[in-house]
Nanobody
Framework: VQLQAFGGGLVQSGGSLRLSCAVSGRTFSIYYMGWFRQAPGKEREFVAHISGSGQSTDYPDSVKGRFTISRDNAKNTVYLQMNSLKPEDTAVYYC??????????????WGQGTLVTVSS
């Protein structure tokens, strides 16, 4: 299974960015997809997940209302639309594929990460 994330870059505070992640090597539509991020010196944190059908999503309070996860099962691709970006959103963003277990997204494969830098 391979995941390729792209779309990161430098954006000003208040700006927007869309990340994409293409998946190959598994039946994309039956697995949950998610995004995580890791800022310098911090632990990796959950950002969003979406069910296989795309009908169920979840976000932590830190990004709720600003970030939107979506997927295109015909293209085996998941997206993360990030609006109203803040400097504290600066991190390496990772996409992942996996399952939902006890209400939590449990990835089993990860992408390589894409850097998002938000300037103040």
């Amino acid at each position: 299974v391979q995941l390729q994330a792209f779309g990161g870059g430098l954006v000003q505070s208040g700006g927007s960015l869309r990340l994409s992640c293409a998946v190959s090597g598994r039946t994309f539509s039956i697995y949950y997809m998610g995004w995580f991020r890791q800022a310098p010196g911090k632990e990796r944190e959950f950002v969003a997940h979406i069910s296989g059908s795309g009908q169920s999503t979840d976000y932590p309070d830190s990004v709720k209302g600003r970030f939107t996860i979506s997927r295109d099962n015909a293209k085996n691709t998941v997206y993360l639309q990030m609006n109203s970006l803040k400097p504290e959103d600066t991190a390496v963003y990772y996409c992942a594929t996996g399952v939902l277990y006890s209400g939590s997204f449990r990835p089993d494969f990860w992408g390589q990460g894409t850097l998002v830098t938000v300037s103040s």
